[in-house]
């Protein structure tokens, strides 16, 4: 008689095909609410799994108002917290849009994204643009005049000039990219140095075809984005998405699909257990902050940029960036040791993210429930710090925790019983 962990072998290596045969493309910049499925005017999407509006809190909460303020569907903050409290203006969550945010993940329909396409398996996913370096931005929770104009910057120039780009070259497959930004010290999650200028190097033919009508615009914005080392996370993120959901919804399959967190709760979901969100307290942390701050101010806000660990990337290639140490903290020595743990709790390896240090052995790819609970090894994965007064304060590293799995597991057991 077949067993439900023999089934779920099998369905865990179907699992790791299709994480490695997606080919995400990026074939467009377009305006949130023209190309998120089921977008309406007066919604307001955020990080982690949904909750009702009352409990979002801290600086994701200030976000939220934020994104209604920036959109002007209010025009005080008195007045967005009315219309949010009415239910004029909806919270929505990323990831039921085919969307991914980064830290409280703030997108509204003027706001544009990168639009992500896997034809191998018909799916389509969308990250919004990086607001630039400035430590005040929206998605750590700050709203403010300069914000507001950054944002308006981004929707005006910065924007509609890589769409162009990007239409005009056809589209740029990202998964090569992503897999030379690994042989060039990039996990594309923290570090995006590499990945970014390859970005823009896809990009030069077509933004020199376009210098002849509009250089200015053309000149300011392939500036920015070389000079801005996470622009290419957005991008990454879209892949990790659209590469993440080819496996959701597998019959069988106990590796995690999406992992995020709002400022409230850290959330999984399974492959096999399909849409529905696992629950846990937010993470435990280690990292670096940048001067001037202490640990009494690190907050969470949320964060949905874990999908690229989700899919064998960020925490999962740390030993491909060990210049991270200067960023986040840590040594080498634990890069690579966390790095190593992470084999023991995958369902396989990715055949196109590989890791140079270890003789190019494939990232650690499908985080498979079972092995985290046997082994008691928590997923690692790299992200920014965000502060209580909003804004980024440092950088390091998080494990999901325990409950999550826990849940996950016993969900499994009503929904596959052993035959």
Partial sequence: MTTAATTRAEANAEAVRRL?????????????????????????????????????????RDAIIGGVLFEGLAATRDEAIAALDAGRVRVGSCHDYGAVGSLAGI??????????????????????????????????????????????????????????????????????????????GDECHSRNTASSLLFVRELLGAALDMAGSDLARVRETFLHIADNDYFFLRLSMAA????????????GASVVSAMGFSGKEFAIRVAGLGDEWFRGPTPTHEGKLFPGHDESEITWMGGESPITETVGLGGFAQACALPLQDYQGGSPEAMIERNLEMYQITAGENDTFKIPLFGFRGTPTGVDVFKVLDTGILPVMDVGLAGRDGGQI??????????CFERAAARWAEVYPRS
Wanted: glycine share 14%; charged share 20%; net charge positive.
């Fill in 107 to 184: 997108y509204t329909a003027s706001m544009p994204v990168f639009v992500v396409e896997d034809a191998v398996h018909g799916r389509t996913a969308f990250c919004n643009f990086y607001e630039g370096k400035d430590p005040r931005r929206l998605n750590y929770g700050c709203y403010d005049e300069g914000v507001h104009q950054r944002l308006e910057h981004v929707n005006t120039v910065y924007a509609p000039m890589v769409g162009a780009a990007i239409r005009r070259a056809g589209g740029v497959p990202l998964k090569p990219l992503i897999a030379k930004g690994l042989r060039m």
């Fill in 394 to 403: 440092g950088a390091g590293v998080i494990r999901a925790p325990r409950e």
């Fill in 20 to 60: 490695c045969a997606a080919e995400p493309v990026v074939v467009d910049v377009r305006p949130a609410g023209e190309v998120l499925p089921g977008y309406t005017p007066g919604l307001v999407l955020t990080s982690g799994a949904p909750l009702p509006w009352p409990q979002y809190a801290g600086g994701q």
């Fill in 240 to 251: 990790g998405k659209a590469i993440a959901d080819s496996i959701g919804g597998l019959a």
